[in-house]
């Protein structure tokens, strides 16, 4: 069973930084594309980045672009979001998802990130 | 604002069939293929329709795609009161380089 799992979460001042961590199981993660989307309280979702299945290939949404670090480890199945600067504006339920078929097949349930003083 | 458009809110009774378009331009839909996701209230999105029509296994066939040109729309026949959630257009944009979704679609059955 596929399964994604999204930690690293929490409270952080605005200019802050925090590292997101999606740990992936039940299939072979080296061969997939992964994605971070964020879905701020009550709003819809937005892209922010995604990265090829050997870590070679990233791209970012321009509102994160220079703050957010997308990277994966092969090795240990792990997928991490790098945040910093962190605006208000980014306060938000952040999701990892697999990519496929150019679509977004799995989704892991979310970590919520609060940028706030 | 979102690359993509789609209405707020949409409803239906239910059995009824509902559609939920979604307003693109060539630098997305016009040269990309569709996908949709369904949001159930308090859980992660899920994904409904890829490559403009196709679904995953276990998506029923209730649920149906379509494309033209610069739009896309979601089909949703027989409809039921589980079918009530967020519905979410999504493809590539060669002009911004990354993903975009459309900004959402509330679905309500009466």
């Known amino acids: 069973e596929v399964q994604l799992v999204e930690s690293g979460g929490g409270l952080v001042q605005p200019g802050g930084s925090l590292r997101l961590s999606c740990a992936a199981s039940?299939?072979?993660?080296?061969?997939?594309?992964m994605d971070w989307v964020r879905q701020a309280p009550g709003k819809g979702l937005v892209w922010v980045s995604l990265?090829?299945?050997?870590?070679?290939?990233?791209t970012y949404a321009d509102s994160v672009k220079g703050r957010f670090t997308i990277s994966r480890d092969n090795a240990n199945n792990t997928l991490y979001l790098q945040m910093n600067s962190l605006r208000a504006e980014d306060t938000a339920v952040y999701y990892c998802?697999?990519?496929?078929?150019?679509?977004?097949?799995?989704w892991g349930h979310g970590t919520l990130v609060t940028v706030s003083s | 604002q979102s690359v993509l458009t789609q209405p707020p809110s949409a409803s239906g009774t239910p059995g009824q069939r509902v559609t939920i378009s979604c307003s693109g331009s060539s630098s997305n839909i016009g040269s990309k293929t569709v996908n949709w996701y369904q949001q159930l209230p308090g859980t992660a999105p899920k994904l409904l329709i890829y490559?403009?029509?196709q679904r995953p296994s276990g998506v029923p066939d209730r649920f149906s795609g379509s494309k033209s040109g610069t739009s896309a729309s979601l089909a949703i026949s027989g409809l039921q009161s589980e079918d009530e959630a967020d519905y979410y257009c999504?493809?590539?944009?060669?002009?911004?380089?990354?993903?975009?979704f459309g900004g959402g679609t509330k679905l309500t059955v009466l």
């Open positions: 999504g493809t590539w944009d060669d002009s911004l380089n990354g993903r975009v």
């Open positions: 039940g299939f072979i993660f080296s061969n997939y594309w």
């Open positions: 998802a697999r990519g496929e078929y150019g679509a977004l097949g799995y």
């Open positions: 490559n403009n029509n």
């Open positions: 990265i090829n299945s050997d870590g070679s290939r990233t």
